[in-house]
DNA sequence: GGTCTGACCGGCG
DNA sequence: ACGCCGGCCAGAC
């Protein structure tokens, strides 16, 4: 029961979604909504976008592979360069198109069934 | 210590 | 069909 709370100040929360950043496989692309859903507050689906700007300087996270739920890569202008997510994208075989990932559906990755 | 913003989502007119 | 608005949580000033 007692689980020791942890001293640090950062939230369960931001370290969850960078724990989940980190599990999406290669090829593979997840929205904000899925991860904040997975986390048990898919209403706050803006925090995760909020998280994720946390996880800058963190290279283990694949931030470029969390986009909205259109597929539209809206956060790619947090990015080093905003030619990078997309870039990043391509490499891994995602097909964008004007900053829009193509068969998001398909390569859509949904933590809360690929992760039980 | 209070206020505002923020890489979103969903509903309503 | 399209546009606008509110809501949620946490961090930063």
Redesign the pocket.
């Known amino acids: 029961m007692a689980k020791s709370k942890k001293p640090s100040?950062?939230?369960n929360?931001?370290s969850d979604v960078h724990e989940v950043a980190r599990l999406i496989p290669r090829g593979r692309a997840t929205?904000?909504?899925a991860i904040a859903a997975y986390l048990g507050?898919?209403?706050?689906?803006?925090?995760?976008?909020?998280a994720?700007?946390?996880?800058?300087g963190d290279h283990s996270i694949p931030?470029h592979r969390?986009v909205?739920?259109?597929g539209l890569l809206?956060?790619k202008h947090?990015f080093a360069t905003p030619a990078e997510m997309q870039r990043r994208l391509e490499q891994e075989g995602i097909s964008v198109k004007k900053d829009k990932i193509q068969n998001f559906e398909k390569i859509f990755w949904d933590p809360a069934k690929e992760l039980i």
């Open positions: 100040k950062a939230t929360f931001f929205s904000y909504g507050a898919k209403m706050s689906a803006r925090m995760v976008g909020w994720m700007n946390a996880a800058h931030a969390v909205n739920r259109a809206t956060g947090h």
